[in-house]
């Protein structure tokens, strides 16, 4: 009797051995798989020092221990990534490094003076003429040039931006004349990837030299998007300073033969701002394959004031013309006491002729009023035979159907 018991109890010794053993090898399998893959969706870059996901196993790198790390692990999201931080100096730069990038080339050891030699072959004619031809009167009204370069690693399959410098920014401190800029880049439409770079203490010509690395973006959906960079001044004790914005299509930009250097103009924040009739932001995509129009009104803003309280009820009436004659009609829902208003509203035209050439769309923002005919706030037209913005936005659908293409557009009066 004694004999089974004691097989039995090694039997079942052996039986749990073996469960955790094949539990342990199961975990660490996982383990492993799990720090192939980066959990994090872009990779920021300062000073030259090369990051890339496959040397970021190391932990050398974030100079933090194991607990720490838990703890960031927590509380930090998963798309966020975690630098060394403690080597910075006062002013929150990188002491000086001789490592180099691996992907650089001899443009980003160069000055200043080299760089705007070299990149002309990069830059329109028209924006050259720009800087040259500036008179003293208007480099007073200028708030400066940002110098950036672009690439997409095919290898990879990221999509990076260098934040080079910025030249002649205005002083925003009255009492040093001096500014501590920085700048915030977004990527439109989505707004997934916000970035920013380091403050730059006392300076109007900030080298920044950061590059920001954003996996996942295929390069078939680059024309789609569009890069905005503002460019603020740091205030210890109040709201930070807007310096200016500069944004980017990326629509007809072609980086398929690598790097590809930029400068352009800071311009005032919301320059684009209208002072008569407001503004519209419409999306449009003409599908060739079923000979439809697909109209999405996006949003209103600064719209002027209509009734007695200052404020308005929009809503967008849309008219679809065919050789002068409408042929259908939409409109949007009310939107109550707001001068910029968030529609939102998909609608979609059969278009009764083959191509776009004798069609034409006709936005009209109203305000709603119960008592009496509702005023007519603002009038938009889109068409071939359009001026402006209108024509440009309509000769785009044309020419790319199937894609969705967003614009803001000054409305005129009704």
Partial sequence: DEIPAVVGIFSAFGLVFSVSLFAWICCQRKSSKSNKTPPYKFVHVLKGVDIYPENLNSKKKFGADDKSEAKNKSAMP????HLDLEKRDLNGNFPK????????????????KHFAERKKDSVSPDSLKSITSLSSEDKQDKLGTLFFSLEYNFEKKAFVVNIKEARGLPAMDEQSMTSDPY??????????????????????????????????????????LTLHFMILSFDRFSRDDVIGEVLIPLAGIELSEGR???DREIIKRNVRKSSGRGELLVSLCYQSTTNTL???????RHLPKSDVSGLSDPYVKVNLYHAKKRISKKKTHVKKCTPNAVFNELFVFDIPCEGL???????LVLDSDRGSRNEVIGRLTLGSSAEGTGGEHWK???????????????LCDG
Wanted: glycine share 2%.
């Fill in 78 to 81: 998963k798309n966020s990534l």
């Fill in 97 to 112: 490094t001789t490592t180099k990038m691996q992907s650089s080339s001899d443009l980003e050891n160069s000055s200043p």
């Fill in 183 to 224: 700048i915030k880049m977004t990527i439109l439409p989505e707004k997934k990837h916000k970035v920013k770079t380091r403050v730059l203490r006392k300076t109007l010509d900030p080298a920044f030299d950061e590059t920001f690395t954003f996996y996942g973006i295929p390069y078939s959906q680059i024309q789609d």
């Fill in 260 to 262: 590809l250097l930029m």
């Fill in 294 to 300: 697909t109209v999405v009104v996006l949003k209103a």
């Fill in 357 to 363: 050439d004798d069609i034409s769309i006709e936005f």
């Fill in 396 to 410: 785009e659908i044309c020419e790319y159907p199937r894609r969705q293409i967003a614009k803001w557009h000054m």
